[in-house]
């Protein structure tokens, strides 16, 4: 079946360690995003791409990092300078980059990274 | 500028009940309108759209919802409740032919449903 995958669901970090959360689609959609989510205020942009290896960023991307080598993957990278990392953290993907198909966004299973 | 705000971040209803979920939108040009369902630890799913023509639109699940320029809303509906139906739900605001990287999502509202 086409859709997103994340992984890992979930995952653990100790303070001062980056982490990478993997993203892949077999959708064929161009453009891909990462948001984050934390209760009670629904979801902001991190980064997103429309096209292979060419990303922007998005209203919250520091402290963060991505890649888009393949059309198919888009890791999201949590650095060490991300000062509040503990949220769940969305990617989804549109398969155009304008339009009125642009906004209907596929969404992977999430994935939920919590600091100790 | 746009913005969205979803009135009420949880609203609680009796199955079979009606259910009245509030959206309001600014927007300096006509919007893009959207709702979205996720369940528990799950990701979103688009559950409807408005972009351009009829004001009723239908989704999935049973559920509708109604643009109104005049009011600036985009509530959604549905007029029975089921079980099932419980989850987090979010309004969203887009531009017309624009990235979704426009979207601005609403800080949503959490459905129960009571037996």
């Known amino acids: 079946d086409g859709g997103i995958t994340q992984s890992p669901k979930y995952l653990f970090r100790k303070e001062g360690q980056n982490v990478t959360l993997s993203c892949e689609q077999n959708?064929?959609?161009?453009?891909m995003y990462w948001y984050r989510q934390d209760p009670g205020q629904g979801l902001r942009l991190i980064y997103y791409s429309q096209i292979v290896n060419d990303f922007q960023k998005g209203d919250i991307a520091e402290g963060y990092s991505v890649s888009r080598e393949k059309k198919e993957s888009f890791p999201l990278t949590v650095t060490s300078a991300q000062k509040n990392p503990t949220a769940f953290y969305l990617c989804?993907?549109?398969?155009?980059?304008?339009?009125?198909?642009?906004?209907?966004?596929?969404f992977g299973e999430g994935s939920r990274l919590t600091v100790l | 500028a746009q913005s969205v705000t979803q009135l009420g971040s949880h609203v609680s209803v009796s199955e079979g009940a009606l259910v009245l979920l509030r959206c309001n939108y600014s927007?300096?040009?006509?919007?893009?309108l959207f709702w979205y369902v996720q369940y528990p630890n799950q990701g979103l799913q688009l559950l409807l759209k408005?972009?351009?023509?009829?004001?009723l639109v239908k989704g999935i699940n049973g559920f509708e919802a109604e643009f109104k320029k005049s009011e600036t809303s985009f509530h959604l509906t549905k007029p029975s409740a089921h079980m099932s139906d419980a989850a987090e739900y979010f309004c969203a605001v887009g531009l017309p032919n624009s990235s979704a990287s426009k979207i601005i999502f609403g800080s949503g509202t959490r459905l129960s449903i009571r037996p």
């Open positions: 959708l064929n959609h161009d453009a």
């Open positions: 927007s300096s040009v006509p919007p893009y």
């Open positions: 989804a993907s549109s398969g155009r980059t304008s339009g009125s198909m642009a906004g209907e966004l596929f």
């Open positions: 408005y972009t351009t023509g009829a004001t």
